[in-house]
């Protein structure tokens, strides 16, 4: 008790301990908060890449190609066999050249019937000018031209505005061999942003029937109908790995039994498409987590240093309760205590400071892991009288006020636009840093204190 208190003594009076635990909280805060911003973009983008991608695809690799009729019985066929299947929407997947009068571009083409999309997808939360009403779904066109939805960074590059008007190419080999062209003019009737690079930037959507004319037309006058690829939208994207062959193995089964045509199917899934992203966004995470590690290092070394100032300036006390029995052990105790007193305090406040900046944030359980989640990273759905930018942390708020700019920009981030900056700060990495600035404070304090156990008595007293 008698070491507990001495330690109490040189930790709370001396002004340069408060500027070590300022240090420490300083460098955690600024862990937490980095740390809880780059697992949030990484929860962000996840929930983007789920909600608006194809949960699982299915494509007619090999067989004839279904028509829209056929499409809705596969669909029931599907969901009365696998659970957790909620529908099915046909696709055309091509790529293709956009030319306007300022430029070219490659596309991405997705030819997609526009009902069933909003039936189940997130695109009508992107679209950023005209919004389609899900009772009676039209894609905006007034005129002869049929309209087309164009990611926003691809019409910044060619300078297209809604309501302006596009051809879009495509190259097809003739009978000969030669190589001709097919165009066809689209008018631009909304712009969408995803937050998804390569969609905002090389993707539009237009509708399935000038899809089907126009890339399967050529090839089989009765195209028009006809679809290349199935969309299966899940109960819980989650399960998309796991239901994929059960899926693809329910739709062979059910086009066989139409057409009487062993059909060859190549399916895929969200998740594996999303794992390399995934597995490079986690690797700069654990690069940032290291970055961030050394930064408490170095706080550990203000810290030593400060400990060195205050052993040399209490070795006279070191003396003096060497002489009156106190032993190697226990002077090495005191500024022991001293480090993690230190420690505590600074991770205390550190974590408090960190915390207070990533909120507000709310309690939600994904997965089976709690974790408080904010801005634009939150799973739990918008609660009554509550708006998405409730949800915006501390430090977003603030530096829009101090500079008029958002932390998050919209043109950069996309879906999170209103919610502002997505933050997620996992309650076991708020531990885990805890224990890491106190474990380095302690670390810092091995030296000073065993430097101070190892002087003689005497010699302590004469140099005090």
Not at 65 to 80: F, G, I, Q, W
Not at 100 to 128: C, F, K, M, R, T
Not at 258 to 285: L, S
Request: net charge negative; hydrophobic share 45%; proline share 5%.
């Amino acid at each position: 008790m008698m070491y507990l208190q001495l330690a109490f003594r040189y930790a709370s009076r001396r002004l340069v301990n408060y500027i070590a635990i300022a240090a420490l909280a300083l460098a955690l805060a600024v862990q937490i908060v980095a740390m809880s911003v780059l697992d949030g973009m990484l929860v962000d983008l996840e929930k983007r890449l789920r909600n608006l991608g194809e949960q699982i695809t299915l494509r007619v690799t090999q067989g004839p190609l279904p028509d829209r009729e056929l499409v809705a019985a596969v669909t029931d066929e599907v969901r009365s066999r696998v659970d957790g299947v909620v529908g099915m929407t046909p696709l055309i997947q091509r790529a293709g050249f956009l030319e306007s009068g300022n430029g070219a571009e490659y596309a991405y083409v997705q030819g997609i019937d526009l009902g069933l999309e909003l039936a189940h997808s997130s695109l009508p939360e992107h679209l950023l000018t005209y919004k389609p009403d899900p009772r009676r779904p039209d894609w905006g066109a007034t005129g002869d031209r049929p309209g087309m939805f164009m990611g926003e960074q691809l019409a910044r590059r060619l300078a297209i505005n809604p309501g302006d008007e596009i051809d879009l190419y495509r190259a097809e080999r003739g009978e000969g061999g030669e190589i001709r062209t097919r165009s066809k003019r689209f008018v631009v009737t909304s712009l969408y942003r995803s937050g998804v690079f390569e969609k905002d930037r090389y993707g539009v959507y237009v509708p399935i029937d000038e899809a089907a004319d126009f890339y399967l037309g050529s090839t089989d006058p009765d195209a028009r109908d006809k679809v290349e690829t199935l969309v299966v939208w899940l109960a819980d994207p989650d399960t998309a790995e796991e239901l994929e062959d059960d899926v693809a193995v329910a739709a062979g089964d059910s086009l066989f039994i139409h057409t009487q045509i062993e059909p060859a199917i190549a399916a895929d899934n969200w998740q594996r498409r999303w794992t390399h992203i995934a597995q490079g966004m986690k690797h700069e995470n654990n690069l940032m987590e290291l970055v961030l590690f050394l930064n408490d290092a170095a706080s550990g070394f203000c810290v030593f240093a400060i400990l060195v100032t205050l052993v040399s300036r209490r070795i006279r006390d070191v003396g003096l309760l060497r002489c009156i029995g106190a032993s190697r052990a226990g002077v090495m105790t005191v500024f022991l205590l001293v480090g993690l007193m230190i420690g505590v305090s600074g991770g205390v406040l550190g974590v408090a400071a960190g915390t207070f900046l990533a909120g507000p944030t709310i309690s939600e359980t994904v997965d089976g892991t709690t974790r408080y989640a904010g801005g634009g990273a939150a799973e739990t759905p918008i609660r009554a009288g509550e708006q998405p930018s409730d949800r915006r942390p501390r430090i977003d708020r603030w530096y829009e006020a101090i500079t008029g700019q958002p932390l998050y920009p919209p043109r950069m981030f996309g879906v999170a636009d209103e919610a502002g900056l997505p933050t997620v700060v996992y309650p076991w990495k708020l531990a885990l840093y805890f224990i890491a600035a106190v474990v380095v404070s302690v670390l810092a304090a091995v030296y000073p204190a065993a430097w101070a156990a190892c002087r003689e008595p005497m010699s302590a007293l004469r140099e005090g």
